[in-house]
């Protein structure tokens, strides 16, 4: 546009302004829907939080397991974790002291029957045990083991 035209056009306003004459709102209202606006700002807000929210679930739902195990797989050498502490003391007949971890049956029966000097045998050896046994005697421990895993275990002396 050359300076000539946008001079003319700058006077026609000029001429045929008057004060409050059309207001955006009033001119809505006449067309019958109300004037609504949402800055730009509020939008950009809302949507940020949406996306924090969003996020957020992501990862707490990643560290609780749900999108897979958050944990890595441990590879064992060995099955059997088994410990024995028995205490240097003075008494002839110390108060035992088994931690199985993930324990194959088998193993479970066999370190218990050596300390006590018995034979333990299940009905189903395809269990596996974790827990601990701190100063228990063996038919409590025997009933626990039955009771947990839902075998039958018989003894036979040595």
Known sequence: MTKKLKDEELDFVLQHYEEKRFSPDEAMNRI???????????????????????????????????????????????PVNTEINIPASADSNPAPNFHF??????EVLSEIGQY???QL?????????????TGEQLDD??????????????????
């Not at 560290?63 to 944990?71: I, Y």
């Not at 045998?121 to 046994?133: C, E, I, R, S, V």
Request: positive net charge; charged residues 15%; hydrophobic residues 45%.
């Open 32 to 78: 019958g829907v109300p004037a609504r606006r949402i800055a730009l700002r509020r939008i950009v807000a809302v949507a940020a939080s949406l996306l924090c929210l969003v996020v957020m679930a992501a990862v707490a739902s990643w560290q609780l397991g749900v999108f897979g195990s958050a944990k890595p797989a441990v590879e064992r050498s060995s």
């Open 116 to 118: 006590y000097g018995v």
């Open 101 to 106: 971890d993930d324990t194959p049956l088998p």
């Open 141 to 158: 421990i025997v009933a626990s083991i039955e009771e947990v895993l839902g075998v039958n275990i018989s003894r036979n002396g040595k």
């Open 121 to 133: 045998q299940a009905n189903d050896t395809t269990h596996h045990l974790t827990g601990d046994f």
